[in-house]
Nanobody, 124 residues
Framework: VQLQASGGGLVQAGGSLRLSCAAS????????MAWFRQAPGKEREFVAG????????HYSESANGRFTISRDNGKNAVYLQMNILKPEDTAVYYC??????????????????WGQGTLVTVSS
């Protein structure tokens, strides 16, 4: 599956953004999806994940309560609604997909496919 993330941009602290990830292929609904992010000089980290059906979602501690992951299998898309953004949320955000078992708090190596990333910059 090929992934294309979009929706990043510049936003003030306290604002909101909605990231989208479009997936190619007819088997999108077989994949568990997730968002990771990588801030300058830091390692890529897990943000949010959702299972193939959309009935199970998990978040990092920093994202919990502010971010919401969702998916539309009919549109081959996954989304990340980000609210109450903070300067420390500044990063390149990547969508990613894996098949097989759903992992609640996955590592980078658990995923098979990655999008190209979209930059989110939060100004103070």
């Amino acid at each position: 599956v090929q992934l294309q993330a979009s929706g990043g941009g510049l936003v003030q602290a306290g604002g909101s953004l909605r990231l989208s990830c479009a997936a190619s292929g007819r088997t999108f609904s077989r994949y568990h999806m997730a968002w990771f992010r990588q801030a300058p000089g830091k390692e890529r980290e897990f943000v949010a994940g959702m299972n193939w059906s959309g009935n199970s979602a998990h978040y990092s501690e920093s994202a919990n309560g502010r971010f919401t992951i969702s998916r539309d299998n009919g549109k081959n898309a996954v989304y990340l609604q980000m609210n109450i953004l903070k300067p420390e949320d500044t990063a390149v955000y990547y969508c990613t997909a894996r098949s097989g078992l759903y992992i609640f708090y996955p590592r980078i190596t658990d995923f098979d496919y990655w999008g190209q990333g979209t930059l989110v910059t939060v100004s103070s």
